[in-house]
């Protein structure tokens, strides 16, 4: 699409008649009693991204498309409600997948104790949500606070604002900054991890998996993911690969990245290093469970050198986390 075509150019030059036909937000509700996400903010860029806000899963992106063609992985679950107080492993009972899923914030990985298998943001309901008019940009942006508060234990804040358009050389992009505050009265401690999900067509069986780092270290061998740097052919049976990828390079101003290449998108996926020094790879080749996750994060899994981020926040102290997704079609 040439700039001179497209819908903003179009807008500006009086040929469109609506702000929502550039980009905009609709709201929409689920059927009650069912498994449906109760409350979806649709997000659209035209010629850019399309994706679900979930309000009451911590303000994570669920489905999203590029072009038209599925971006986001989705699960095989198809109950999408919200746990009233996740326990141990029930996190994998309704991960629904979508684009971004997120992790914490005391806890990331396996349950620890009375800590949920990573943690309870994403089943945490959002408020204060706000979403900003595009006023004709090929743009949209939502922001939203989840609020992890306790009432004798520790009480943390998530103020996240997603942005989405089209970068300068044409990609389109989305962009995650969360501000997590300790609104409580006790040092809290602090992990996050965010699961950025893809699926087929994005990634296909000889996909490329590009990650600047000194070790790729996995969890597991197994013998359906031979590389971490090749999505697999689909399998039969069920099983996953872990890789944490330590050592990561960074930018001049401070970001890492990995790059995902030879589906029927280029995918690159930033973060801040600072505070996510570490990237988790999964692949999941089983046919119809065929996924490729993206996990920068604050801390270790497993196999790390010793952490470089202080995990701890003190009452009225914050960390700041960026995340960039940026796609564009394939060669």
Same mark, same amino acid.
């Given at each position: ?47 850019? /991204? ?54 914490? /914030? ?80 006790? %040092? ?7 699961? %950025? ?11 490329? %998996? ?33 890789? /944490?990828? +330590? ?64 995990? +701890? ?19």
């Amino acid at each position: 699409m040439t700039d001179e075509f497209s819908p903003s150019a179009l807008r500006g030059a009086g040929l469109l008649a609506q702000d929502n036909v550039v980009a905009g937000v609709v709201e929409r509700f689920g059927t009650p009693g069912s498994g449906d996400h109760p409350r979806v903010f649709d997000a659209t860029v035209a010629g850019a /991204l399309r994706f679900e806000v979930l309000p009451a899963r911590g303000f994570d992106i669920g489905r999203a498309d590029f072009a038209g063609l599925p971006l986001g992985w989705v699960s095989p679950l198809s109950d999408a409600r919200a746990l009233d107080r996740p326990a141990g492993r029930a996190w994998i009972d309704r991960f629904i997948g979508g684009l971004v899923s997120t992790c914490g /914030l005391l806890n990331i990985g396996d349950a620890e104790g009375d800590l949920p298998m990573h943690g309870d943001i994403g089943h945490r309901p959002a408020s204060n949500v706000q979403v900003e008019p595009s006023r004709g940009r090929p743009l949209v942006r939502l922001s939203a606070d989840v609020d992890a508060a306790s009432v004798f234990g520790p009480s943390l804040r998530l103020e996240r604002t997603i942005t989405s358009g089209l970068q300068e050389d044409g990609a389109a992009f989305l962009r995650i900054d969360d501000r997590v505050v300790n609104i409580g009265a006790v %040092v809290a401690p602090v992990r996050i991890l965010y699961h %950025v999900n893809l699926g087929a067509p994005a990634v296909l069986p000889g996909t490329r %998996v590009a990650v600047d780092a000194r070790r790729h270290i996995f969890r597991r061998r197994i013998a359906e993911v031979p590389e971490w740097s090749r999505m697999p052919d689909p399998t039969a049976g069920i099983a996953e690969a872990v890789v /944490l990828h +330590d050592g990561l390079g960074r930018t001049e101003d401070g970001w890492s990245r990995c790059a995902v290449s030879g589906g029927l998108f280029e995918v690159e996926v930033g973060w801040r290093a600072e505070t996510l020094p570490f990237l988790h790879q999964w692949v999941l080749p089983g046919r119809g469970r065929w996924a490729l996750g993206i996990e920068p994060s604050s801390h270790a899994l497993f196999g790390g050198e010793p952490e470089p981020v202080d995990g +701890d926040l003190a009452p009225g102290e914050e960390r700041r986390f960026e995340l960039v997704i940026a796609v564009r079609q394939g060669a």
